[in-house]
């Protein structure tokens, strides 16, 4: 298995890990609110997780997915969502 040479490096930083899942035109952004954190597509909340720990496993789980499929099928995705 192949992953994309764009997406090459390590998921334990955050910034490489959006990187990677805005690369599909995601637009995943997150916030903290009070004790809670929570996590959008653009303005739309996709989730609200207890602990930052709770969110950057969720997010870096979608870059492994998408980190998985071939660069082929990655370029099926960007024009799809695009």
Known sequence: MKMSPDWQGTFNDLNNVLK???????NINFREKGSEWELFNDNQLIGTFD??????SFIVGMALGLGSLPPEIVDQ???YIG
């Not at 990677?20 to 995601?26: S, T």
């Open 77 to 79: 995705i960007k024009k």
């Open 20 to 26: 990677i899942v805005n690369d599909v035109n995601w």
């Open 51 to 56: 602990n930052r720990n709770e969110m950057e």
